[in-house]
């Protein structure tokens, strides 16, 4: 059973889409993507939104550090079919969010994803810019 919401295994869900091609080698001995490859193709898709929207220019001195991530695996996916992963922001804090993605193989979904990331500078954790978090709330998940 997955850990995951219902609404975050919907498409609907989701205002960013990107699709990825799997490589053989992505297999584990049991033939389906395995866990690494899995977070590797969440890290694609997450670097894909970021990029695509233009948010991954920060002001000097800036970085944005990964807090955390956690990956729920709902189903097998499988080479060669290619996986589209969608995201989304689900939550802006102070400073740091959460990017919100679900990956699907064939128009189910196979895996989601939370990532938590934080706006850091050489002083530590920073406020989230007025000018980013309102393209960030441009970009929030629909929960249903």
Not at 25 to 51: C, K, T, Y
Not at 83 to 109: H, K, P, Y
Request: net charge negative.
């Amino acid at each position: 059973m997955p850990k995951s919401e219902a609404w975050q295994r919907d498409p609907e869900s989701y205002p960013f889409s990107t699709v990825t091609e799997t490589r053989f080698q992505d297999l584990d001995p049991l033939g389906h993507i395995n866990n690494v490859a899995m977070a590797a193709l969440f890290e694609n898709g997450r670097v894909r939104f970021n990029r695509n929207l233009g948010l991954e220019r920060r002001q000097p001195g800036e970085r944005w550090l990964i807090a955390s991530v956690a990956i729920d695996y709902v189903a097998e996916a499988h080479f060669p079919d290619p996986v589209e992963v969608m995201s989304g922001i689900l939550r802006i804090g102070t400073s740091s969010w959460d990017i919100c993605s679900a990956a699907f193989q064939n128009g189910a979904c196979v895996a989601t994803c939370v990532t938590t990331l934080v706006l850091t500078d050489a002083n530590g954790s920073k406020p989230i810019p007025a000018a980013l978090r309102s393209c960030y709330e441009a970009l929030l998940v629909k929960r249903g």
